[in-house]
């Protein structure tokens, strides 16, 4: 697989097969991601992988908790506007399309966001934090790194669906980890395992926006 193939091939995975994933093959993933880059090389990250007994049962603790207030962080801005809202729509009207739920069905839609607390049923979750004293240069450089992650993991077969949704339980996850609270934002999970190839919910349409939408080029005329 070519890095533009890579690139443009990884999607999002939420229906995993029942087979487990070796800490092995995670290793490798990582051990790659650590050659993310990131400012000054802080490499802000900072991640716990679970599997087995404590993913259970984290997950069961979440789906039993009311959601944390306040919030861990703000997840969606103020004031969006129509752009971002459309390009939000869409991604959430397909994936109800895929499984069969109305798209003004809020029960169906709230019943199947419930999954992201079970990890979409994947064998292997990553849980992400951020240091409180990184300001958004170092998200930023978080995020690269979920990105080198992920296209890891495709690299090696596996799929994963980053998880921020699960921000609704930071302090438990955290409480969970043995991260403290006054020192560590929780960012966002990743279920991790080995993509259903049949699933609906693994094949509906990507889209983005154009090119010429979100960048000008100059000069090379
Ligand atoms: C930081 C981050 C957090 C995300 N959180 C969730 C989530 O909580 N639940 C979910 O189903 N998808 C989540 N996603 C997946 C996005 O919905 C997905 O990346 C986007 O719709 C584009 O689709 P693609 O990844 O298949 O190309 C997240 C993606 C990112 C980068």
Redesign the pocket.
């Known amino acids: 697989m070519s890095v533009l193939e890579a690139v443009a091939g990884r999607?999002?995975i939420?229906a995993f097969l029942d087979k487990p994933v070796p800490r092995s093959l995670l290793e490798q993933a990582l051990a790659a991601a650590q050659f993310s880059p990131s400012g000054y090389n802080f490499q802000p990250w900072e991640a716990v992988v679970l599997s087995g007994a404590p993913m259970r049962d984290l997950s069961a603790k979440m789906l039993a908790a009311p959601p944390q207030e306040p919030a861990e962080y703000q997840l969606v801005p103020k004031g969006i506007g129509d752009r971002y809202k459309a390009r939000r729509d869409e991604?959430v009207g397909h994936r109800m399309d895929a499984i069969g739920v109305a798209r003004d069905d809020l029960a169906g839609r709230e019943a199947f966001a419930r999954n992201?607390f079970r990890f979409y049923g994947a064998p292997a979750v990553l849980l992400t934090f951020i240091p409180r004293v990184m300001g958004p240069p170092q998200w930023s450089d978080v995020?690269m790194w979920?990105q080198s992650v992920m296209l890891a993991l495709h690299g090696l077969g596996l799929g994963s669906?980053?998880?921020?949704?699960?921000y609704v339980h930071g302090r438990l996850i955290k409480d969970f980890a043995g991260i403290p609270d006054e020192s560590h934002v929780f960012f966002?999970g990743m279920a991790i395992g080995w993509p259903d190839p049949a699933a609906p919910i693994n094949a509906f349409p990507?889209t983005r926006a154009p090119l010429d939408e979100v960048v000008r080029f100059a000069g090379f005329d």
């Open positions: 999607r999002s939420r991604t992201n995020g979920l669906c980053a998880l921020e949704s699960l966002c990507r």
